[in-house]
Structure formats: C-alpha cells, structure tokens
C-alpha cells in the first residue's frame, strides 16, 4: 500500500514537472514569435541540404531558386493556425507560412528563426528544410 502510494505521488510530481517545462517552452517561443517572424524571414537563406537551393524573402515575395534560375515567385503571407481557412486572419506573428504562385500553394511551419538560421517544414508531408542566411 505504502508502495503504490508513493509510486502515485511521484508520478504526479514527474507530469506536474514535464507540463511546466511544456507551458514554459511554448511561452518562450511565443515571446519570440511576437517579435521576430516576418522581419527576421526577410532576406536571402541557402540550404544547408542542398547548396544550389536557396530562398529570397523581399517584403510580401517569395521566390525559390535552384542553381541562380527562379523556379517558384509568389506572395506569402503568415499565419496561427494550419491548415488555414477562408475564415483566417493573416499574423505577422504567425507560424505557418502560405505562399502563393499563379499554379500552386506552398504551405511551411517555422520550426526554428533567428538572424542566422531558419528550419521550416513543408506540410503537409513534413519534410524539414534548413536554411542559412546568406544576406
């Protein structure tokens, strides 16, 4: 009895302690988020999977390149929730990117920014992508 009871407790202190560090964790990046997303996505990133793959974010317009030809333009536009609805206001804040080409949409989750480094992933399949800032 006195086993169980103390396997309860302990139990309890461990989830109370891992959901504090999840609050904390998800409060920090939203501090972040506030600041940072769509002034810190402005300028150009190189892969760091793919050296001849690079991205250029210059205001509303992105465009992809691979090898210095452009394969994709249009504009993007950022966002809370995925998938994003009619119904949906854009954030700059936001952590979903939605870009839009005259043929298609693009849509990627900011994993990781900052003034060096930017991790996106392509949904809805989930492929990671990481960048470099090169400017």
């Known amino acids: 009895m ?3 009871s103390l396997v309860l407790v302990l ?14 964790k998800v409060s920090n990046e939203n501090k972040t988020g506030e600041i940072i997303n769509f002034q810190t996505l402005q ?11 690079v991205i250029n974010f210059s205001g509303r317009q992105q465009k992809v390149f691979y ?3 452009e394969v994709i333009s249009g504009n ?6 995925y998938p994003v609805g009619i119904e949906d206001v854009e954030n ?7 870009v839009r080409s005259r043929e298609n949409a ?3 989750r ?26």
């Open 2 to 4: 006195i086993k169980k």
């Open 92 to 98: 700059k804040t936001g952590e979903y990117i939605v």
């Open 43 to 53: 300028g150009k990133w190189q892969s760091l999977d793919d050296e001849k793959s």
């Open 67 to 69: 090898d210095n030809e």
């Open 11 to 24: 139990s309890l202190f461990f989830l109370s302690a891992c959901h504090h560090a999840t609050e904390e």
């Open 106 to 108: 693009f849509e990627y």
């Open 76 to 81: 993007f536009k950022l966002y809370d929730n």
């Open 110 to 135: 900011i994993l990781e920014i900052n003034e060096k480094t930017l991790t996106l992933s392509y949904l809805p399949r989930g492929n990671t992508l990481r960048y470099e800032r090169t400017q």
